[in-house]
Each structure stands twice: as structure tokens, then as C-alpha cells.
């Protein structure tokens, strides 16, 4: 079984003052909905912090209606690593929102007349500064995996939660995104069973290729793993966190 008390996840936000600003703390409710917890501020403050005290991730709730209940005695199990942006390669837009919640403007870019018949969610969104969207409650299936299969279990989105992160299969995530999705990752451990992670290319072979060859997977299970846990011999299937 994993040890959650002493589990650990080494988070910190990119800092070049002496005093460490501590990383963000989300939590999950009962209702399945993230709330950021209060920042610990340094004792010594100095105005240079203070951009990046004002920088620190948020998570912002856009309930979206492209959800259901999970399957009766299903649980969470599974979390799915994604990236998406709309366009494709422009950020900071609101499309991925607009798309998730039903309210794109499919004349706004050429691109999104192929999204028309889409009816898709994920749980989170991690924009490119870090911020967090939530889209749908943790206890409720969202509509982020499709066709998609864990080992011998289909319907990934049944047991699983999708995660998607602002960027492309072409180019580096930042450290911000980094910082909050581990944070993220420690706050469904903590509320859910969860015993693996994967990207959606993982279980969507030949379909999908998300989150890309630029997600760093070596340092995001250094960050959430318990040291006892180990890789599975498959990498198509992510790796376990239960130790
Ligand atoms: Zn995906």
C-alpha cells in the first residue's frame, strides 16, 4: 500500500530570493471540486517577491455540462496526462475553455470547424502560467480519453481523470505548469485511490499522441512517486504510484 503520510512531493516555484516561497497547496473536497489553499509568505519580504507572490497559480471553476456520473461501484484509478491548445500552438486564448464548455465560436479560426460535432471535457486545464481551470467535479466523469484503453480495461474515462496541459507536442511545458501539476497530482492522491499515471498516447495508441516527447515524465514521477514505487516494465502504460 502507499504510505501517504510519508509521501512527499518536492515542490518549489522558481525563486531567486534567499527566503524559498512555499508551492502552491490545492485540495480536493468531498464534492470533488480543487480550491488553492492560502500561500505561506516569506517573514522576510522583499518588493522583488512580490511578482511572483501576485504570479502564483489559481484555480478558477468553469463547471462544464459535457460530463456524467461514473459507472455505479467504479472508482477513480487512473490519471491522464494531455495537452491541447486552440489553435493549435497559440496560447493564452480562451478557445480551450470556450470548447469544453460548449460556447466556442467555431468562426473565430478555421481549425474549429472540425470541433463542431465535439462534445468534450477534461477535469483541470494547466494554462501555460500555471493557473488551474476546473471543469468538472473529480467525482464525475468528464469526456477527455475517448476510444481509449488501460491494459485490459476500456473506457478510460469511467476510472480515470484528465489532466490537460496548455501546449504541443513541439515545444517544452513551462516550469510554472510543472510546479502546478504536481501540486494537483498530491491533492488527488490524497482524495482519490489513484494507482497509476499515463499520457493519453498511452492509452489511445496510434490515435492520440498527447501529452508528446516534450512532457518530462522522468521529472514528474521523481516529484510524485514514494521512493518504494517502481517503474513499470511497460512505459506505454506510465508508471504505478503505489510503492
Ligand atoms: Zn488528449
Redesign the pocket.
Known amino acids: 500500500m502507499m504510505d501517504k503520510v510519508t509521501m512527499t512531493v518536492p515542490v518549489t516555484l522558481a525563486h531567486t530570493a534567499s527566503t524559498p516561497i512555499s508551492s502552491p497547496t490545492f485540495l480536493i473536497g468531498e464534492d470533488g471540486w480543487c480550491t488553492a489553499q492560502s500561500q505561506r509568505i516569506p517573514a522576510t519580504l522583499n518588493m522583488p517577491d512580490l511578482p511572483e507572490l501576485l504570479n502564483v497559480p489559481e484555480v478558477r471553476h468553469e463547471p462544464s455540462p459535457n460530463c456524467d456520473p461514473r459507472p455505479q461501484g467504479i472508482s477513480v484509478e487512473l490519471l491522464v496526462i ?1 495537452n ?1 491548445s486552440l489553435p493549435p500552438g497559440k496560447f493564452n486564448t480562451p478557445f480551450i475553455a470556450d470548447l469544453f464548455c460548449n460556447r466556442l465560436n467555431y468562426d473565430a479560426d478555421p481549425y474549429f470547424e472540425q470541433l463542431r460535432p465535439l462534445r468534450v471535457s477534461a477535469h483541470f486545464l494547466i494554462r501555460r502560467d500555471g493557473g488551474v481551470v476546473q471543469f468538472v467535479a473529480t467525482t464525475q466523469r468528464a469526456w ?1 480519453a475517448g476510444v481509449s484503453s488501460f491494459g485490459a480495461r476500456e473506457r478510460c474515462n469511467d476510472f480515470s481523470i484528465g489532466i490537460e496541459l496548455e501546449g504541443t507536442d513541439y515545444e517544452p511545458f513551462t516550469s510554472p505548469q510543472y510546479v502546478a501539476l504536481y501540486a494537483l497530482t498530491h491533492a488527488l492522491l490524497k482524495r482519490h485511490g489513484l494507482t497509476a499515471v499515463c499520457g ?1 498516447s498511452d492509452i489511445a495508441p496510434g490515435r ?1 499522441t ?1 501529452p508528446g516527447p516534450f512532457f518530462d515524465w522522468v521529472q514528474y514521477q521523481q516529484a510524485v512517486v514514494d521512493r518504494r514505487a517502481q517503474v513499470l516494465t511497460t512505459p506505454r502504460l506510465g508508471f504505478p504510484i503505489e510503492g
Do not use: T
Request: charged letters at 35%; a neutral charge; hydrophobic letters at 15%.
Open positions: 494531455h491541447i477527455h493519453h492520440k498527447d
